[in-house]
């Protein structure tokens, strides 16, 4: 099992920016690969961005390419994602997700992640 807790989410400007954190506990959170996905309201889940075991294996989703960086600090079983320049569309609930490694990467389907946060709200002003 895997626990996972978000935090940093609120308000911020249209092109500020913001960091969200996702602390995993349990068993070895180190050997999972770790998503971020966001719903907005109506919407359905969508896939953000993805990291595997180094942040140079980082796969995004295209509408937030360039503008939205995801990491991890395995010492401290924590990931981020660094939201730059958001924009009003960005608005939603963003969600931590891992995924046991089981040989395949990247990891783009909400069916493929094992364990979730419950959340934390972004809304970003125009």
């Known amino acids: 099992q895997v626990q996972l807790v978000e935090s940093g989410g609120g308000l911020v400007q249209n092109g500020g920016s913001l960091r969200l954190s996702c602390a995993a506990s349990?068993?070895?959170?180190?050997?999972?690969?770790m998503a971020w996905f966001r719903q907005g309201t109506g919407k359905e889940r969508e896939f953000v961005a993805t990291?595997?075991?180094?942040?140079?294996?980082?796969v995004y989703a295209d509408s937030v390419k360039g503008r939205f960086t995801i990491s991890r600090d395995n010492a401290k079983n924590t990931v981020y994602l660094q939201m730059n320049s958001p924009k009003p569309e960005d608005t939603a609930v963003y969600y931590c997700?891992?995924?046991?490694?089981?040989?395949?990467?990247?990891?783009?389907?909400?069916?493929?992640?094992?364990?979730w946060g419950q959340g934390t709200q972004v809304t970003v002003s125009s």
């Open positions: 997700a891992a995924a046991y490694y089981s040989g395949s990467y990247p990891l783009r389907q909400r069916g493929a992640y094992d364990y």
């Open positions: 990291v595997g075991w180094s942040d140079s294996s980082a």
């Open positions: 349990g068993r070895t959170p180190s050997s999972y690969i």
